[in-house]
């Protein structure tokens, strides 16, 4: 996926999320699909979208993903 598919993958995700058009379930495989092809390019993933991912993952009792160091 390229970062501009990302970025309107993402829009489209928070779009949904704001219709409550998605479920809790969809937002949580969506945002794991997401951040999958973010890591793989090197973006930053937003940290309000990491804690939300990492709420939900706890809701359905799916292991949270290691966070990379970030260095600065």
Do not use: C, N, T
Request: aromatic share 4%.
């Amino acid at each position: 996926m390229k970062e501009e598919e990302i970025e309107v993958a993402l829009s489209l995700l928070l779009e949904d999320m704001e219709d409550q058009g998605a479920d809790s379930h969809e937002i949580y495989v969506r945002l794991d699909q997401l951040f999958g092809s973010m890591r793989a390019l090197g973006m930053p993933l937003p940290e309000d979208l990491v804690r939300l991912h990492e709420e939900l993952a706890a809701e359905f009792g799916e292991p949270v993903p290691a966070q990379p160091e970030q260095q600065g």
